[in-house]
């Protein structure tokens, strides 16, 4: 069947240009046209299911009062509960959060996780608040949320600027307002609440995972390809640690402050320690706990972005390269660690270009794959080994990378088009196993 809904027009009434749920259908759209999507299929991703909004508050530390806006989009359950991180940042605004909440939707789909997808966010900037008043902020959003996340219907995560910390206040607030134990009700919890091991680094590790794939496919020479990664939160730092010790020379990295570069190699562990230790992000090499600074120049972020390497990571907000900046783009593979780095019009720039983009659902899928296994665990009371989750973790993203892979060699696609075929085939499937719309076409 052919497609005949047009999501672009039913946003026409959307600012393309800062809407991110805009630019997410127009992708959708554009790439369910390539393919023998069905129209059902495209009409159940047109709206999500349904956001919460609610004004909450706190009192800081200083006695007054504060209000933020905080918002939990279920996109489609189609294939389970719904899955997605929770994200405090300036940013969060309605349309990212059901973007977001879209692509956690083709995410689990496309990693075969079964979930659907949510998102949550507070518009807040968390580096403002002290660790009292994030506890506070995070348990309101939580009593604003109750009824609407559950073990069974909804599960949230961290995402920017939350982590296993604000997961752990969360769960427990939820398991006061509802005096039950509910360990499954959110993951990436620390490890004594039923965390599960390997879900902190599971993002990087996804995403060199997929690289290492690629590598193979490519029978690359590791120590002559040359990588930037563009944000060294906790998914770009990880991933670019285990590509140096993989021996890829990871030549730029950044933080929202700038850039730094080396074209003979950074080291990743001594910036970590660094970054951990003073909070910035220094081009030093460390001999136990005495760090020197290397020679290396400072870019801007725009600059790494443009760099003459062989594999460029967006690792920080969405957004990064567009229209206006794809052309400058010389990487052969862009490997999206943050979620729509790249937008829906700079898709064909980068294609003309014949750069090859492992996309976000698949290059960041790590993350909601060992929550997934977190969430087993703690259905079942089981405590998995590292080495479980590392062999499992493996397993889904190489399955998911070859089925993308197969489809990109055998019908000459883009590998995002064939991750996203992968993804809507498996909700298609779902449509049909729900409904009667075979009855009625064989009628
Ligand atoms: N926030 C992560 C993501 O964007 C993880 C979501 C999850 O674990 O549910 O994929």
Known sequence: MTTKVDLKDQHSEREMDNDLLADALVRLS??????????????????????????????????????????????NSLLGPTKGGIRFHPSVDQSEVEALALWMTLKCAAVNVPFGGAKGGISVNAKSLSALELERLSRSYVRAMADFIGPQTDIPAPDMYTNER?????????????????????????????GSVGRTGATGTGAFLCIEALAKKRNWQKHK????????????????????????????????KGAIYSP????????????????QLKAVYCE?????????KVLTNEELLALDVDILIPAAVAGVITEANAGLVKAGTIVEIANGPVSAAADSILHEKGVFVIPDILANAGGVIVSYFEWCQNRQGELWSEEQVTTKLSDYIHKAFEQGWQRHVSTNIDMRDAIYAQALERLTLAIEAHGTHDYFNAN
Not at 230 to 250: I, P, R, S, T
Not at 289 to 295: Q, R, Y
Request: aromatic content about 8%.
């Open 166 to 194: 604000v997961m752990g206040w969360m769960m427990d607030e939820y398991e006061t307002i509802k005096r039950v134990k509910a360990p499954d009700v959110i993951t990436g919890k620390p490890l004594v609440f039923g």
């Open 30 to 75: 554009t790439i369910a046209k390539h393919l023998n999507i069905s129209s059902h299929t495209l009409q159940a991703l047109s709206q999500p299911l349904c956001t919460l909004t609610s004004y909450i508050s706190i009192r800081k530390d200083n006695g007054e009062s504060a209000y933020f806006k905080a918002y939990r989009c279920r996109y």
């Open 264 to 279: 003979e190699g950074l080291d990743i562990l001594s910036i970590l320690y660094e970054k951990q230790k003073s909070r």
């Open 225 to 256: 390809q040359t990588v930037a990664v563009q944000g060294f939160g906790n998914g770009g730092a990880q991933c670019a640690l285990l590509l140096q010790k993989a021996g890829y020379k990871v030549v730029a990295v950044s933080d929202s």
């Open 288 to 296: 136990n706990s005495v760090c020197e600074l290397v020679s290396h």
